[in-house]
């Protein structure tokens, strides 16, 4: 069978050269319609959506023999499935949608019953999400707030170029892209202030992240390789971890972040495969000193993936780009996050979440967080329209975008958005 990764494959469904999902993508997510109302996965593929539920019916795809895993509103009994089959399902999800291929082109009834146009689709959390934990794995970021807030001198906790840092988020509070946020409330202590207050957050932000998918698990008690974590990588999203920067620096000595990351994290609604990505393999950044043998890789595992954030302020007909990144700058691996997670011998879930942490680069425009970007307020964000930020303000929305670049096509996520709402 040809590769699904294929460049010159082409798919008898139209599909744009700018678009984020030709056929060498094939993302997976959970869709509902007017018509149909019930959650069930599909694929998209240009401006549709494949409902694989009715093609499991139909017998074109059989992922779990006689069982029904497409007609359920997460993507989770068929990542339990393994490796093999999602190799197996997404190869068989290219054939069919290939030019050349007569079995689902030719049959006009069921394409009408398969295909379902974006527009008319309701997106959801495609994964029920059991744990999510978030990292903090770009130098750049943890220097320019280690320069910020600790050292300008030496920046980097002595810990941080030795062990992947993370901390244990909230799955409850993982929602799907067009959710609104409201601002979070919490305890305030200004340095001014002599004794704390509660209300709003005064300093909210977005946090620029991708997502890691865990599709298959591990027992408590063991470790796990490089490769194994590697094999266990379903796939990834785009990932908005909202801060509420002021909460934050009142509550997270001695033991790190808690109500000013528990509010709310937002995740694209389609997950990009592991393999799809495979082509935008590259190496990341040279790690020094060398990790712990167990942290150690023999192959690439950064991905060059480029990645846009855009504000739009409620005055505003669009949004303005604020920042362009990349996710092969990050320090840390999604794979060496994932073995580190689980080299105390702690079990892994399917349908985890792992947040790669804020995705910074070197350059002013490449910080992925208002905090970074404005300085910790010290230098004003300038809008087109002349309006200013610091930090988010309410009737503001965040777009994530983010895509890796093919010859001639692209392998995109879509968007990751969500729009500020004032305080309960």
Known sequence: MTSPNDPTLRSFIDVDASSDFPIQNLPYGVFSTAANPSPRVGVAIGDQVLDLAVLEREGLIAAAGANSVFAQPAINPFMALGPTVWTQTRGRISQLLRHDHPELRDNAALRARALVPRRDARLHLPLHVEGF????????????????????????????????????????????SGTAIHRPCGQLKPPTAEVPSFGPCKRLDFELEMGVVVGQPSRMG??????????????????????????????????????AKAFATSISPWIVTREALEPFRVEGPKQDPAPLP?????????YDLTLDVGLKTAKMGHAQRICRTNFKYMYWSSAQQLVHHASSGCAMTVGDLLGSGTISGADK????????????????????????????????????????????????????????????
């Not at 167990?294 to 950064?302: F, I, K, M, S, T």
């Not at 988010?392 to 895509?403: A, K, N, P, R």
């Open 222 to 259: 063991d470790r796990v390789t490089a490769a194994e974590a590697e094999a266990m990588i379903f796939g990834f999203v785009l990932l908005n971890d909202w801060s509420a920067r002021d909460v934050q620096q009142w509550e997270y000595v001695p033991l790190g972040p808690f109500q």
């Open 365 to 424: 425009d490449q910080r992925g967080s208002l905090l970074e970007l404005s300085w910790g307020g010290a230098e004003p964000l300038e809008l087109a329209d002349g309006e200013r930020r610091t930090f988010l303000e309410d009737g503001d929305s965040l777009v994530m975008t983010g895509w890796c670049q093919g010859d001639g096509y692209r392998v995109g996520f879509g968007e990751v958005e969500g729009t500020i709402l004032p305080a309960k």
């Open 133 to 176: 934990t978030d990292f903090y794995s770009s130098k750049e970021h943890a220097t320019n707030v280690g320069v910020m807030f600790r050292d300008k001198s030496n920046p980097l906790l002595p810990n941080w170029l030795h062990i992947p840092i993370g901390y244990n988020g909230r799955a409850s509070t993982v929602v799907v």
């Open 294 to 302: 167990y942290l150690q890789q023999n192959r690439p595992n950064n």
